[in-house]
């Protein structure tokens, strides 16, 4: 759910200990899955695969696997409306995805996609803390943050509630709601910081974008100043050209299984 350009499906590929496995990859943009058939073509080719099309499916086998990957520019919430959608899945996977959508509307029918006893692995889960640090003017960012997150409250899709700043702690009491148990639970926090001569790989570019998404959630704020923005951005665009710049960001990860109980919400 949530599929991106496909790197769960090269992780779950890589780590697969063999047989016939139907691996389902939607996302929304047609540019990620478009992305996704490309990288996992060359990705399954350097790892020993050989890759073969069929149709809208990628056909990727090697000694012992046998994958049939279907990737689909879909809406889950397409997906959930069409009538009699199967609960066929022995895994799903949502990455990033949960913290977008309302929970108590749309866990429950997600629950349905599982087949009985089926597991699920809902990881990257926002959970409420952004941290930058050096600390720069604390008194403007801890107001910018908190503005920031309040956009992920009160975002909203078709009049609907459509995310939440907590969903991770959120999840303790949403999951088993849901019908599903929980098995594991922990951090997957992000933390960004420089090495003696650079970030590593693409980190500052990320933390460029970090910053970018930020502002430009608030760039017409009623409560943000929009030069006091424009400083903020700027200065902490600036510490990353210079390696200093740190950042957190706290979120949980889920494993467990579909049960045959519904417990009360706390």
Known sequence: IGAGIGTMAERFLGAAPGGEIFYRAIDVSAENIREARERLTVWGEGNGYTVEPSGADLLLRRSGIEAQVRLECLDLFELLDWEGAPARYDLLLANAFLD?????????????????????????????????QPPFDDELEAAILACYHRTMDERTREGAPSGDSRTGRALFRHLPAAGLEILAAGSSDWVVFPGKDRYPADEAYFLHFIIHTVATALKDHPEIDPDQLRRW??????????????????????????????????
């Open 100 to 132: 977008l959508i309302d929970l108590p509307a749309y866990l429950p029918a997600i629950a349905g996609l599982l087949r009985e006893d089926g597991h699920y692995l809902f990881t990257i889960n926002f959970d409420g803390e952004t941290i930058f």
């Open 233 to 266: 951005a700027g200065a902490r665009h600036e510490q990353v050209e210079q390696r200093k710049l740190i950042y957190i960001a706290h979120q949980l990860d889920f494993f467990g299984k579909k049960c045959d109980f519904i417990r009360p919400k706390l």
